[in-house]
């Protein structure tokens, strides 16, 4: 005689979904619908910080140690007057000594700007409306913190 045969198992039942993860009601409480709000927070920088990208890249030869960085001026973009020509001696004649130098591949002078930012001005040789030869502008990136590190604005280019 043939062996028996085992039953077969019962395939399962589909759930409804409504019923899945629910707690039953227990009496005499019941909770309050709360609404979700999602409430946009600022990122705080303190103003006296530099950004992550000067922190990153500071040059140890600078004449202003980055400690002293809070201490420095704070300076507008329209200060700057930056245009086709200016020189290097110029804007430090007219500014003062950077906040900071920064080395990256080619050396940037970094001064302070209203609204937590920063101006990178970066010189090339050149020869100046006189046909002296001097470190003229190149570019002009102006650098402000964001959440994940820092942003940089291309404001002026030579080219």
């Avoid at 930056?82 to 920064?102: D, I």
Wanted: charged content about 20%; overall charge negative; cysteine-free.
């Amino acid at each position: 005689m043939p062996a028996a045969m085992p039953a077969p198992i019962p395939a399962a039942q589909p759930v409804a979904s409504r019923d899945v993860g629910t707690v039953p009601p227990v009496p005499g409480l019941a909770p309050k619908p709360k609404p979700f709000i999602a409430i946009p927070k600022a990122i705080q920088i303190p103003p006296d910080r530099p950004s992550t990208l000067l922190l990153e890249h500071a040059s140890p030869d600078s004449p202003v140690a980055l400690s002293e960085y809070a201490k420095q001026p704070v300076h507008s973009v329209a200060d700057f007057h930056l245009r086709k020509g200016l020189t290097a001696a110029e804007v430090q004649q007219k500014m003062g000594q950077p906040a900071q130098l920064a080395d990256t591949e080619d050396p940037w002078l970094v001064y302070r700007l209203t609204g937590r930012r920063e101006l990178w001005l970066h010189f090339s040789e050149g020869t100046d409306a006189n046909g002296v030869v001097s470190l003229i502008l190149d570019a002009a990136d102006v650098v402000r913190g964001a959440e994940d590190g820092y942003v940089r604005d291309r404001i002026f280019s030579a080219n």
